[in-house]
């Protein structure tokens, strides 16, 4: 069974900092894309950033500057440094992997952490 297990959410003042994880566990071969995405109470699933597995990233306009995405492929884990965190970053956020499982090629999302943004 693959899994994504995430962690790091929590409750920050407005400037503040955190750092989100998530490992991928269970029979994989390889690890393509990895990403994060967030969804705000009341609005849609919206992408954060993306990195392909050559390191190329795709960031949110909104959180360029801001946010730092990296993986580490040994682990099966990919990483989002937040720095410099406004109200408007508060949702709950997911990670994403597109994964070579022995089941096949599939994408995979955890279990979503709170970052609640907040003085």
């Known amino acids: 069974q693959v899994q994504l297990v995430e962690s790091g959410g929590g409750l920050v003042q407005p400037g503040g900092s955190l750092r989100l994880s998530c490992a991928a566990s269970g029979s994989i071969f390889r690890v393509n894309t990895m990403g994060w995405y967030r969804q705000a109470p009341g609005k849609q699933r919206e992408l954060v950033v993306v990195i392909t597995s050559g390191g190329s990233t795709n960031y949110a306009d909104s959180v360029k500057g801001r946010f730092t995405i990296s993986r580490d492929n040994a682990k099966n884990t990919v990483y989002l440094q937040m720095n410099s965190l406004k109200p408007e970053d508060t949702g709950v956020y997911y990670c994403?992997?597109?994964?070579?499982?022995?089941?096949?090629?599939?994408?995979?999302w955890g279990q979503g952490t709170q970052v609640t943004v907040s003085s």
């Open positions: 994403n992997e597109d994964l070579l499982t022995s089941y096949g090629r599939g994408d995979y």
